[in-house]
């Protein structure tokens, strides 16, 4: 590993040796002295935020200003404001000119974290800034200039954003003039138990607590759990840990109680022995599960039915074909696909666009209309209710903060305010 690499990450606490890690963290150092606009991707709590600071302090704008704003967090009504400015008298209650980030880092950077939850109208703002220096303030008509350095992060999938209509193509490439990925934690499993020794170092010292310690079967088992949460949920888990536990060599039993293994929400909800102080922590685990589970099912899903409308109205299925289906429908992956409970309707028009399959009452398939209208599915009910029960819970850990609960719900400040209207859950 190079020297500089090395002074990177203890300057900044950075932890790991994965390549991919290392390759990301190189590609910034390298990049630095640069104005090239950088787009860092990676899940949620995989160490994104690490990006920007090295490429600010590595680069000849680091006595400059380094300012971060969270696209989630800002409303959407204020967020133009936020960035560009705005002029006395532009709406109501700015009764006063105010200069906006774009302006006060001016000669700086600034990083845009959850770039992908940016409003349209601020993308507008944004690129034009971004292909020429130049903005305006909210209710100003005099161009300004300013020299900006922007890094971006998002956790969202860019790409299904530009073809949802949510992100403009032209901005994402130029942001994305250099791309560096953040692997997630579960694919640098050598650096689990690095990183709560870690965590354990950091938090004993905060907290005056002896250091905790994973005796060896724990290590096997916490260097295979998949971490959704990522490094911030390892962080968590050491924290929680380090103050609750009051013997400081960490077990395999110990550790399933924190961090469960199964995927079913009734194997686990049902656990006598889940101790009361870590419901939340593994009901958040459990929402995970169940939105991953449910995005690799949908995602089948599409990749089934765009086979099928482009191959075909009605036609034998092909083994891939049925193998998807066995997925998506069996319940239990015993059962083989039985191709003649799957119907193809036609129309008056000749072969319908979108086949529909409908399964024979008698066999255990799920029902189609199951498929098609979600609200009849338990699981999405009950994903519903554990969504709102999480978010009181997380309100209440936080005593109202919503920032802090947002964070620990791995969502948006903005997706949390959402849902708390939609729940009904102001006070
Ligand atoms: N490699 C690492 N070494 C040490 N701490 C890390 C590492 N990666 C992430 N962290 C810590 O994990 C937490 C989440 O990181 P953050 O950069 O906020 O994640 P993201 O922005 O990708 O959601 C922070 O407390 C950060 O310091
Ligand atoms: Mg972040």
Known sequence: MSNELQNIKNRFGIIGN????NRALEKAIQVAPTDISVLVIGESGVGKEFIPKIIHSESRRKHQPYIVVNCGAIPEGTIDSELFGHEKGAFTGATATRKGYFEVADGGTIFLDEVGELPLQ????????????EFMKVGSSQVQKTNVRIVAATNVNMMKAIHDGRFREDLFYRLNTVQIDMPPLRDRKGDIHLLFRKFAIDFAEKYRMPELELDP?????????????????????????????????VTVEKLAEYIPMETHLPMVVNTPNTPKQNDFASEREIMYKILFDMRSDINDLKSLTSELIKNRGAGDLSNHEKSLINRIYTP?????????????FENNNGPVQTPTIISNPDDSYEDVEDIEVEEHQPESLSLQNNEKDLIIKALEKHKGRRNKAADELGISQRTLYRKIKQYNLEE
Do not use: D, K, W
């Open 18 to 21: 994965f390549p991919a890690l």
């Open 332 to 344: 239990e992956s015993q059962q083989a696909v039985n191709p003649n409970s799957l119907l193809y």
């Open 217 to 249: 079967s724990a290590v096997h088992y916490i260097e295979n759990y998949t971490f959704p949460g990522n490094v911030r949920q390892l962080r968590n888990l050491v924290e929680q840990m380090t103050v609750v536990e009051r013997n400081r060599n």
């Open 122 to 133: 601020t993308q507008v703002r944004l690129l034009r800034v971004l292909e020429s220096g």
